[in-house]
């Protein structure tokens, strides 16, 4: 559905199709694990119908502000060229429909601005606008886009070792991940752990039958990966390219999360023999300081 165009150092974000009549269906791109040179800077992770718009402009004036219908993942298929030259690469996509009418002389070249939180990015990307009297795209209830946007979530990347500071190793090769989670029950349950970047390939399991507001999660590849270093991210020094795992939640009606609301307890990571790489902590110890956590589909609903 979209891509990324060349543009610039970085890229610049596809619009598909690009030309289309006012109030048909388009859809961009808007995030990825794999952005080039400042990806670093530009990656969020956090991006659902939650917190995203879009705005379109013409130069420097805005002329109107659309609500998506969908916001989504599109992943590389496990078989592809793609995948096996780089650590599970993913694009998001966000789904709109234009406006029935802008004020605005057609046809018309604009912009196509990524909005979080109704804040700019200055994320663009360029759509022709050619006139009026399009329609939105009519989707089956089994292929409505809205089905396939994420669940609510707690993302985890793995933090890099510091002087004092716990953290993964770049060097390490690792065979398994093994923590505690806990969680806020009154706001989500039924933990579901899928793995991504370079854990893609490994297998992710949640314990049954724990209390409410804890769980087991255990990530498990006998091939192994490695988490290379990625400096120059705002908030510190991460490894790996994006969430080496996604927790996925039901969240309760009318209750939303923050990233803050998880501890990690108890992490082990062990390397392809089963040899122990973390410190043999005591029972307890929170060890949320080897990840940086970030929630996605958190709000309210």
């Given at each position: 559905?979209a891509?990324?165009?060349?543009?610039?150092?970085?890229g610049a974000?596809?619009?598909?199709?690009?030309?289309?009549?006012?109030g048909?269906?388009?859809?961009?791109?808007i995030d990825?694990?794999?952005?080039p040179?400042?990806?670093?800077?530009?990656?969020?992770?956090?991006?659902?119908?939650?917190?995203?718009?879009?705005e379109i402009?013409?130069?420097t004036?805005?002329?109107?502000?659309?609500?998506p219908?969908a916001?989504?993942?599109g992943?590389?298929?496990?078989?592809?060229?793609?995948n096996a030259?780089a650590?599970g690469?993913?694009?998001?996509?966000v789904?709109?429909?234009?406006?029935?009418?802008?004020?605005v002389?057609?046809?018309a070249?604009?912009?196509?601005r990524?909005?979080?939180?109704?804040v700019?990015t200055?994320?663009d990307?360029?759509?022709?606008?050619?006139?009026?009297?399009?329609?939105p795209?009519?989707?089956?209830?089994?292929?409505?886009?809205?089905?396939?946007?994420?669940?609510p979530?707690?993302?985890?990347?793995g933090r890099?070792?510091?002087?004092g500071?716990?953290?993964f190793?770049p060097?390490?090769?690792i065979?398994?991940?093994e923590?505690?989670l806990?969680?806020?029950s009154?706001?989500?349950s039924?933990p579901?752990?899928?793995?991504?970047?370079?854990?893609s390939?490994?297998v992710?399991m949640?314990?049954?039958?724990?209390?409410?507001?804890?769980?087991r999660?255990?990530?498990?590849d006998?091939r192994?990966?490695?988490l290379?270093?990625?400096?120059?991210?705002p908030?510190g020094?991460?490894?790996?390219?994006?969430?080496?795992?996604?927790?996925?939640?039901?969240?309760?009606?009318s209750?939303?999360?923050?990233?803050?609301?998880?501890t990690?307890?108890?992490?082990?990571?062990?390397d392809?023999d089963g040899?122990?790489l973390?410190?043999?902590?005591a029972?307890?110890?929170d060890?949320?300081?080897?990840?940086?956590?970030?929630?996605?589909k958190?709000?309210?609903e």
């Amino acid at each position: 559905m979209a891509g990324c165009a060349p543009a610039g150092l970085g890229g610049a974000p596809l619009v598909w199709p690009k030309a289309a009549r006012l109030g048909e269906t388009v859809a961009m791109s808007i995030d990825s694990n794999h952005v080039p040179l400042f990806g670093a800077i530009v990656e969020k992770y956090d991006l659902s119908d939650d917190n995203v718009t879009v705005e379109i402009r013409q130069g420097t004036t805005p002329l109107a502000t659309v609500t998506p219908r969908a916001v989504l993942d599109g992943l590389s298929a496990p078989t592809s060229l793609k995948n096996a030259a780089a650590a599970g690469p993913f694009l998001t996509i966000v789904v709109f429909d234009l406006p029935a009418s802008l004020p605005v002389s057609l046809p018309a070249t604009t912009t196509v601005r990524l909005l979080v939180d109704t804040v700019s990015t200055g994320l663009d990307g360029t759509l022709e606008i050619l006139g009026s009297g399009g329609s939105p795209a009519q989707f089956t209830s089994d292929s409505e886009p809205a089905g396939l946007s994420p669940r609510p979530m707690l993302r985890l990347q793995g933090r890099k070792a510091g002087p004092g500071v716990d953290g993964f190793d770049p060097a390490w090769e690792i065979g398994a991940i093994e923590f505690r989670l806990e969680y806020p029950s009154a706001a989500v349950s039924e933990p579901d752990a899928f793995p991504g970047a370079e854990a893609s390939r490994a297998v992710a399991m949640t314990s049954s039958g724990d209390p409410p507001g804890t769980a087991r999660v255990l990530v498990t590849d006998p091939r192994g990966f490695t988490l290379p270093s990625t400096p120059g991210y705002p908030d510190g020094d991460r490894v790996g390219e994006g969430p080496l795992l996604d927790i996925a939640f039901t969240k309760a009606p009318s209750e939303g999360f923050e990233a803050a609301d998880f501890t990690i307890r108890d992490l082990k990571v062990f390397d392809r023999d089963g040899a122990l790489l973390t410190p043999l902590y005591a029972p307890g110890t929170d060890t949320t300081a080897y990840f940086t956590r970030i929630a996605r589909k958190n709000q309210p609903e």
